[in-house]
């Protein structure tokens, strides 16, 4: 089955499917809803019921257009264009799932954004075994360790407990959509009031309905941010204390690059060994490297007599 | 040394300053005297006291041949790795988690591993040694032990912070503390001392540079309150240096603290005959037919590596004295000012600073337009009466330089130029202090020559946090002082600090200063006052 890394996404031209494209599209899997992947309005989506109903929420249709939406829940498979599309769960952020094509005897599986260790929200990854694997490398190369989840939990809320104990308002720096509402889960889940930032919140019905809960607004809590936004805290420096829950807080330079004083290395991507593993499971024939360090892993899997590339699509990089 | 990185990791995830002190002091209670003495010299980032000739000898190759051999990853994925983290004992401390046996590791096994380190001269034995170390301890460990030998643990712990740490865990005045480490230069020997009430016996120590009284910015000449309590000596173009000498071993130390005596073997030899003990404070220049060198001349006498003869003729160097602080083997410190010219004139020495006793405002001013026609920067007041404050920015010397002031900031960020200067990083983002932060101030796009432009390029590459556009703009590790000029000043909201430069321009490359030196939030602040 043909492959084509373009500017615009990943296209499989044999069944004309987009995977996760940037532009609008006739036809386009979706793998999650961060808006770096599910973006733009095509004309056919496929997707899993979580993802589409985020997408739809960032994405809202016009009244005069019209689209298509397939959704598949994990291990359900449709035809496509003499394909069989079959969705596989992704551990990453909620409703993210993988694709496996079967197509004329070939078994393709794109990852989308993934990692192996069970995330705080959301399922787990199943393993697919394929014969071509497109895969994210974020954090590729071997200094990107990371923690487990109890531990990341743990960390969570040791940290917001020490500094509330101290008089400090704890401040947590995650994204909008996956980091920010597990990062809220964990501290109910400790009984640790805290304030939600908008952009965090309004995407926590789409978690409640999974059966996840989230602490009661307080104004002595700790503060839940997007990044960038703790400058503006009517707090004076000396009164609070961030934590950064990230992929990046694996190194030292983290702290200095996201102002954090408490580095948690807790992230919704796949660690080096993690991809290892993921790779390993699949064992495929043909590996393609898509985001991050796409030519080092490349390089570290020819090393090890695996056929693999390094095939680059531009993303933007979130923290 | 596994106790050691989980206090160092609690001292790198606050900002605060006495918790960071507290951090430290809490933990020296709990150890027993020899690790006592072990751990606040590695907590000061060495392995050794600072008069301790004795030298590690493990360069970076060798540390990241180790690396590779228990690793066994290749070169570019190490490279790689290293560009990422920024730090060796990190980067190392990560590439071994997954293979080492992961044992405990205690302060008396690590100095045992220094000291084996330190005796070796083969670097095959230096590099099976780090490789056994890499295999065996846990990666916190491994950490921290590498960052002791590279010597900066990068937790954002002064020197200055340990000894105050010292003060608190034994209930001692942290003055007594500092002023022990200060003369002595023996941070384990002042900290069994301090535990034990014996820090009078902390003797003074030559060959481990002691900390310079500063100057504070003089805006205005006529702001001088009383001008009848002030000297005025020239404010010269040079490297600030502390010139040691003892039985006829001279050393030379810089602002920054690291030894710089085989840059200028001339002063050296200048001084190999003089009597001691004695350490003058003073100011290196380039001095040839009568009168100092311009400052970019001088430079590139600092940037040989090899000092030939040819260099020694082309751009001589002197030792121009001011001040002293030990004498025949006494701490002058505590004595006034005119005490210590006195013994400063005995010593018979070429180059000696002039110091005139100044009567009004008027006179001031002509000494400083005096100072600034022999190609000095200005003037240094120094008030009647006063004490050499070692360490000290205090208001008994004042410093006046140009009528609209210089700023000595740190470049955070670098970006390729245009045309001749597109393959160089030549256009540079700067920033001045605010505590332990660097806040943008302002961008310079002139004032070096290609030389430094060529040779910062380099520094930028290696120092680089953070590439965008392709890797023409760098977010570097803020390492590199630049002194630049403007010409007014105004409130802005584009640059972190709150203020814009007008016209800024690089006067500079200051390779004697470090970040800590830089001008402050508040200096700037101060000068938008006055505009």
Redesign the interface.
């Known amino acids: 089955m043909r492959v084509e890394y373009t500017a615009d996404g990943i296209y499989l031209p044999d069944i004309g499917l987009w995977l996760d494209p940037r532009l609008p599209v006739p036809a386009a899997w979706l793998s999650h809803a961060h808006s770096d992947h599910a973006r733009g309005l095509h004309d056919s989506v496929i997707a899993t019921p979580i993802t589409a109903q985020i997408y739809r929420h960032r994405w809202p249709l016009p009244p005069d257009r019209s689209q298509q939406v397939f959704t598949l829940v994990p291990n359900q498979s449709m035809d496509w264009n003499g394909a069989t599309l079959t969705a596989r769960q992704a551990a990453h952020i909620l409703g993210a799932a993988q694709l496996l094509v079967e197509y004329q005897g070939e078994r393709l599986v794109y990852t989308g954004d993934i990692k192996r260790r069970t995330p705080i929200c959301g399922w787990s990854t199943e393993p697919t075994p394929c014969d071509h694997l497109i895969i994210e490398s974020t954090f590729g190369?071997?200094?990107y360790?990371f923690i487990e989840v109890h531990e990341a939990q743990a960390r969570i809320a040791n940290f917001a407990r020490e500094c509330l104990d101290k008089g400090i308002t704890p401040v947590f720096q995650g994204y909008g959509l996956g980091r920010g509402q597990e990062i809220a889960h964990t501290l109910a889940l400790h009984q640790i009031p805290c304030r939600i930032h908008g952009s965090i919140a309004g995407l926590i019905p789409y978690f409640e309905a999974q059966g996840y809960t989230f602490p009661q607004e307080s104004e002595n809590g700790a503060i839940l941010l997007t990044p960038g936004l703790e400058e503006k805290l009517p707090i004076p420096?000396?009164k609070r204390?961030s934590a950064l829950v990230s992929g990046w807080a694996?190194?030292?330079?983290a702290?200095?690059?996201a102002n954090a004083?408490?580095?948690i290395p807790y992230s919704d991507h796949a660690d080096f060994?993690e991809l290892l593993t993921l790779i390993g499971e699949s064992n495929p024939s043909q590996v393609d490297i898509v985001h991050g360090?796409a030519e080092?892993l490349a390089?570290?899997l020819r090393?090890r007599g695996l056929n693999a590339r390094a095939a680059l699509v531009a993303t933007e990089v979130q923290i | 040394m596994d106790q050691l990185a989980a206090v160092a990791e609690r001292v790198a995830a606050t900002s605060s300053r006495n918790e960071k002190i507290a951090h430290v002091a809490n933990y020296l209670k709990t150890l027993d005297d020899v690790d006592l003495a072990r751990a606040v010299l590695y907590l000061s980032g060495s392995p050794h006291a600072a008069t301790d000739p004795r030298k590690l000898t493990v360069g970076y190759a060798t540390l990241r041949a180790a690396l590779e051999e228990v690793t066994k990853w290749d070169p570019e994925t190490l490279s790689l790795c290293y560009r990422e983290v920024g730090d060796s004992g990190e980067t190392i401390a990560h590439l071994c988690r997954p293979i080492t046996k992961a044992e405990p590791l205690s302060l008396g096994r690590a100095e045992e591993y220094f000291e084996l380190l330190q005796q070796t001269r083969l670097t095959r034995i230096k590099i099976d040694l780090l490789a056994t170390i890499f295999q065996t301890y846990t990666a916190p460990a491994i950490k921290f032990f590498v960052k002791t030998i590279t010597g900066n643990l990068r937790i954002g712990l002064q020197e200055k912070m340990v000894e105050e740490a010292v003060a608190q865990a034994a209930g001692r005045d942290a003055e007594a503390v500092r002023a022990a480490n200060n003369r002595s230069g023996n941070i384990a020997r002042v900290a069994l001392a301090a535990r034990h009430d014996q820090l009078q016996t902390i003797e003074a120590a030559l060959f481990h540079p002691l900390d310079f009284m500063l100057a504070q910015p003089l805006d205005n000449i006529v702001d001088l309150a009383d001008p009848t309590e002030w000297y005025a000596e020239d404010k010269f173009d040079g490297i600030r240096s502390q010139l040691h000498v003892a039985n006829g071993k001279v050393k030379l130390y810089t602002r920054g603290l690291d030894e710089t005596t085989d840059a200028f073997p001339e002063i050296i030899l200048a001084f190999t005959n003089m009597p001691g003990p004695v350490i003058l404070d003073g100011e290196i220049l380039s001095f040839k037919d009568g009168r100092a060198l311009p400052f970019h001349q001088f430079q590139q006498r600092i940037a040989r590596k090899k000092v030939t003869q040819k260099t020694i003729n082309e751009i001589p160097v002197v030792f121009l004295a001011y001040d002293i602080l030990m004498h025949r083997g006494e701490l002058v410190f505590d004595q006034p000012i005119e005490h210590r010219r006195a013994l400063l004139e005995c010593l018979n020495l070429s180059q000696l600073s002039v110091q005139i006793a100044v009567e009004n405002h008027a006179q001031v001013e002509d000494l400083f337009l005096a100072a600034r026609a022999r190609g000095n920067e200005g003037l240094v007041l120094k008030k009647r009466g006063s004490l050499y404050e070692s360490g000290r920015r205090g208001a008994n010397w004042l410093k006046v330089k140009r009528p609209f002031a210089t700023l000595d900031v740190v470049v955070t960020a670098a970006e390729q130029g245009h045309g001749r200067r597109a393959g160089v990083l030549s256009d540079v983002t700067f920033a001045v202090r605010d505590g332990d932060r660097f806040l943008n101030i302002g961008k310079a796009y002139s004032g070096l020559t290609d030389e430094e432009i060529k040779q910062l390029t380099k520094i930028f590459r290696a120092g680089a946090i953070e590439r965008y556009a392709g890797g023409r703009v760098q977010l570097v590790k803020p390492e590199v002082v630049l002194e630049v000029a403007f010409d007014g000043m105004q409130k802005s909201p584009r640059h972190k600090s709150g203020y814009a430069l007008r016209f800024p321009r690089i006067i500079r490359w200051r390779q004697d200063k470090t970040p800590a030196d830089i001008d402050t939030l508040a200096r700037v602040r101060e000068l938008f006052e006055k505009v």
């Open positions: 190369i071997p200094i360790q420096p000396s204390k694996a190194l030292d330079n702290r200095a690059r004083d408490v580095l060994s360090y080092p390089r570290i090393q």
